[in-house]
């Protein structure tokens, strides 16, 4: 994130005008310090063209391939299938891409290669958990384990690729039910609008294939509630938070706060947190 315009700011894109990509769109509109909104990559610009015209600078409307040569950082914010045609043409033109649909990276795991070969980077926010930064420090040393609960409302998690293919009746539950036990890979797979936390809580600690993972469809819970246990050398920690969902059931308010958040750390003067 070295590259700046002449007026010093960092230019930032954005890859769809989702729930989460609207809420960083206003905010950067509305001023984060050293940061400016240049351009956004929308699937039906007719769609969004009420909302672009809205901002007080709107930014250009280009093809997600562009996205890199009109900004620094190219925050994705799209389905995960459309993961690579976004963080690809940035990180080769050296730019940091801001991934959310985190699921989507493992399969596509040689971006952060490229990324490395070209000057890029591939920056993996909070999103919608908690305490990665415990979690960072803990696998400095030794983390022997790490375990994770999700619950979600029925709405939350219908159509996911697991409770399809394996035939899964979750709209008359009465009690909460047990879909999944795994590890955060395989979760992923099963689930990969559902679970983007659980490979982000894998990557900053012990990889995807020993970060354990339990996946409920609760009628009980109106919130998107994640439960991490971790045992390390240097502590034993829990934690877990409660998202209130966005318009869109699967994603929690708060992961839009966390990627702008991560946006006012790029040129803050003060920063609290790793
Ligand atoms: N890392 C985390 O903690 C979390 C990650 N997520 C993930 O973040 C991603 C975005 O989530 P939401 O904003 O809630 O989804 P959303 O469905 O509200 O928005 C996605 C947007 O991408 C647009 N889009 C689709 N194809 C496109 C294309 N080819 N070019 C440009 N735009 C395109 C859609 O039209 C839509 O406006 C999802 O993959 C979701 O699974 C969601 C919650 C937490
Ligand atoms: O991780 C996800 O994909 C979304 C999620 O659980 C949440 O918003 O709480």
Redesign the pocket.
Known sequence: MTERKASGELRVAI???????TKIATALDQGIEGLTLSAV????PAKHQAFISSLRRPPTILP?DQLGEAADIVVE????S?LR?IVEPAVKRGRAAVV?????LLDNFDLVDLARANGGRIIV?T???IGLDAVNAAAIGTIHSVKMVTRKPIDGLKGAPFIVQNNIDIDNLREPLKLFEGTAREAAKGF??NV??AV?LSLAGIGPDRTRMQVWADPTVTRNVHRVDVEADSARFSMSIENIP?E?P???II?AL?VIALLRKQRATLCVGT
């Open positions: 890859a769809g005008l989702g729930s989460i990509g990559a929308v699937r039906d997600l914010c799209a389905p995960s459309q045609a959310v649909s985190v699921g989507g926010p999103g919608a958990l990969p609008a983007n936390v982000a966005s869109n699967k994603t929690g992961t966390s």
